[in-house]
């Protein structure tokens, strides 16, 4: 490797760490083995969580109303996730089908997470959706193709879980991402995603986006918004 290249490449390594450095961040917490999935926000394993909130809409302003608790922790083969989203009215699929995934899901009320390992290329991530009624969809996403959405028929294996509380107006979705789909490294402390975290509320006449990055672009997939999750042992 000659001079010059070594100082590109020592430029762009910079570069990208000052980029990550100024980025919102939220924590993973460790958890030294895997759990069956639950959406009980009680349990012992999501009491250690890392907690992120989404709590504005795609342009930055504030929405209370339907502020959303998100928990988080990772295992060395796994990331979890449970979603505690309030809502006045909810908006579902007819005749949900829970056996396969459900194309178009993000027209109704869903959970969103958009997570991805690749610094290099930032149209590059995974996307996973769960409804109120455990619908789910999966996809690849590739913004340098003129038609991600193909990226539809991409199986990550993730599993799901959801229930709705109509005592409390809250809904609940849990999800488990096998870390081999979305990361070729060993698993540990310190590793860094590229994230944003998003939920759909209510019918086209009410309807309601909730992020925790604001894209402020009229579409979710506006990658440069991302903020960042970090895996930790501990939580802080």
């Not at 959801?162 to 870390?179: K, V």
């Not at 604001?214 to 802080?236: A, I, Q």
Request: aromatic fraction near 14%.
């Amino acid at each position: 490797m000659n001079g010059l290249v070594r100082t590109l490449l020592f430029f762009f390594l910079c570069t990208a760490v000052v980029v990550a450095a100024d980025k919102p961040a939220v924590e993973s917490v460790y958890a030294p083995s895997d759990v069956s999935l639950t959406t009980d926000p009680t349990s012992a394993f999501w009491r250690e969580a890392g907690v992120a909130y989404l709590e504005k809409d795609t342009q930055g302003k504030d929405v209370p109303r339907f502020r959303t608790e998100v928990r988080m922790r990772w295992t060395k083969d796994n990331l979890y996730f449970l979603f505690i989203c309030p809502y006045d009215e909810l908006y579902l699929k007819p005749s949900p089908d829970v056996k396969k995934e459900t194309y178009e899901l993000w027209n109704w009320d869903v959970a969103e997470v958009f997570i991805s390992s690749n610094f290099s290329d930032i149209k590059r991530y995974q996307e996973f959706e769960v409804s109120p009624q455990g619908e789910w969809i999966d996809l690849d996403i590739d913004l340098n193709k003129p038609h991600h959405e193909g990226g539809w028929v991409w199986n990550s294996g993730f599993e799901k879980s959801a229930r709705i509380d109509t005592s409390t107006h809250h809904w609940y979705a849990a999800m488990r991402i096998p870390l081999s789909v979305i990361d070729q490294r060993p698993a540990k402390a310190g590793n860094t995603f590229r994230m944003n975290l998003f939920l759909s509320v209510g019918a086209p006449s009410n309807h309601h986006e909730v992020t925790w990055q604001s894209p402020m672009n009229s579409t979710f997939h506006t990658p440069e918004r991302f903020g960042l999750l970090k895996l930790v042992d501990k939580k802080h």
